[in-house]
């Protein structure tokens, strides 16, 4: 079982920037793809974006595809999400999440993620 720890949440206006970071440990965090996933409050939640576990796959949801860039640092146990251009409609509790074996394709689904981190709010103000 792996460990995830999200950071870097927080109130940004429109426009603005945010870096989500999140932390793992418990497993060989490089040999599991990493994805994160949003909530909005009512709504079910979404996938946002996922990396293989060689780096070497990135994938988007169409919402974010040219704002956010999803990266791993493997030496650090680290996913990272980077925000931009953020707009009202990104405000939810963004997951961090692990893929379920070692190796596999990326799921751009939830169902593809067996280890989940607590969650980071993210607030973005018109």
């Known amino acids: 079982q792996v460990q995830l720890v999200e950071s870097g949440g927080g109130l940004v206006q429109a426009g603005g920037s945010l870096r989500l970071s999140c932390a793992a440990s418990?497993?060989?965090?490089?040999?599991?793809?990493m994805g994160w996933f949003r909530q909005a409050p009512g709504k079910e939640r979404e996938f946002v974006a996922a990396?293989?576990?060689?780096?070497?796959?990135?994938y988007y949801a169409d919402s974010v595809k040219g704002r956010f860039t999803i990266s791993r640092d493997n030496a650090k146990n680290t996913v990272y999400l980077q925000m931009n251009s953020l707009k009202p409609e990104d405000t939810a509790v963004y997951y961090c999440?692990?893929?379920?074996?070692?190796?596999?394709?990326?799921?751009?689904?939830?169902?593809?993620?067996?280890?989940w981190g607590q969650g980071t709010q993210v607030t973005v103000s018109s």
């Open positions: 999440a692990a893929g379920r074996t070692r190796f596999s394709v990326v799921v751009t689904a939830a169902y593809g993620f067996g280890s």
């Open positions: 418990g497993r060989t965090f490089s040999n599991y793809p």
């Open positions: 990396i293989s576990w060689s780096a070497g796959g990135t």
